[in-house]
């Protein structure tokens, strides 16, 4: 190991809970020797590989992961009060050990939002917004082929806000924050990246009242711009993306 | 627009149009209000020419419909809101510095403004257009003194604190739903947000501060 690390022994309070409609309670572990090095996911390892080898009743915690550097939205733990961890514009797996301190406690939950069911531990159901995308994130019109880079310009400040939405990793922290269990930055940004650029104009209509749509029959919340879902976005997907899915579900809805 | 106003964004458009409208109504009011500091007979005036006029009737009837609008879709928000929220609730829940206090607490303190205008209005609204309405006889002051119910009621400590107190909810209320209702309306961008925020905060400031300064000037200058 590098120099300047540190081995922490920790308390984990785990929300445990067996199955989608079984009643779940928090558990109190202890790790030893955990490398502040470490990333939190890997800690999470050697607290399972921990759990295996004590033969522990409820087996190893259940918890979402991929691709372990940001960029797939599987990981979803609600860690010390906060979706992804005290730290802010990263994943759960781009958490490290580093921001905690030796003889800590602490707290991990799954996203708890109405939109977002537990599947098992700190696992949640996540297919809604996978049925969001479904009903309307999507370009189907005909775009050909690999065109000229020029073919079709693009103002710079509209590509570069279009790649801002397009950031959205759909991790779902954004409505597991809302105090509404709110979808609206997660449909938002996937609106904008579309409506923002000139393939995706041609369906924005159709786009934005399927999404909202969507977005209501599954149950999400309403938007009241309290701006917590920004402000723990792993992305920093910005609530201007709100305005402009209002506008575009507005603009929509006055054309019919 | 089939549908329209059953979707999520169609609710929150009521919302902010009629918390807009009311906003307006407010700025009205607090503008009525200085009148009063200024002078008293001035006020009156403008009481008079308020009164039970078709015009103030109807302008009376359409604020009440607008606040109706307003309560209910709260109402219906908060509710479908608790409801999409789960039943379960975090062990705890540490947000980031930069969720303004109101936005969590707009339902809350909607129903603090609903109790002080219920208080208000039976203060005033009761004593004046509603008396002259009903033909009620017999009261301290004419149903066109403004003036002197101003004096009357804020000449009471009581009645200052509570006022005062109620003023700050609404600040709270109006402070979020101010840059929240443009923001619902898509009149905002990334550029916007932290200037409507801004405009947001001098605009109530001005307006509650109108409506503060008629009552502490009325409670310094009693007789």
Known sequence: MAEGHKSLNLTLKVWRQAGRNAQGQFKEYTVSNISTEASFLEMMDILNEQLIETADPDGPVAFDHDCREGICGMCSLFINGRAHGPDDDITTCQLHMRKFNDGDKITIEPWRSGGFPIIKDLMVDRTAYDKIMQAGGFVSVSTGGVPDANAIPIPKPDADEAMDAAACIGCGACAATCKNGSAMLFVSAKVSQLALLPQGKAEAARRAKAMVAKMDELGFGNCTNTGACELECPKSVSISHIARLNREFLKANIKD | ?223
């Open chain 2, 1 to 223: 627009m089939k549908g329209f106003f059953k979707s999520s964004i169609g609710k929150k458009l009521v919302m902010s149009i009629t918390g807009l409208f009311l906003i307006l109504f407010l700025l009205f009011h607090m503008s009525m209000n200085i009148v009063a500091i200024i002078s008293g007979e001035a006020y009156n005036k403008v009481c008079e020419f308020l009164g039970t006029n078709w015009y103030a009737l109807a302008g009376t009837a359409v604020l009440a419909l607008g606040f109706l609008f307003h309560l209910v879709y709260a109402t219906i928000l908060t509710i479908q809101n608790r409801k999409a929220r789960g039943n379960d609730r975090y062990d705890n829940q540490n947000l980031p510095a930069g969720v303004e206090w109101s936005s969590k607490n707009m339902f809350v303190l909607g129903a603090i403004v609903f109790v002080g205008l219920i208080l208000h209005l039976s203060h005033f609204w009761s004593k004046m257009m509603f008396a002259e309405l009903a033909g009620c006889e017999g009261l301290q002051f004419g149903a066109t003194d403004g003036a002197a119910w101003i004096n009357y009621y804020f000449s009471q400590w009581y009645n200052v604190v509570i006022y005062l107190v109620w003023f700050v909810a609404i600040w709270f209320h109006l402070n979020h739903g101010f840059w929240s209702a443009f923001h619902t309306l898509g009149a905002s961008n990334s550029k916007w947000i932290p200037r409507l925020k801004c405009i947001s905060t001098w605009f109530t400031s001005i307006v509650m501060g109108g409506f503060a300064l008629t009552v502490l000037v009325a409670f310094f200058t009693a007789k």
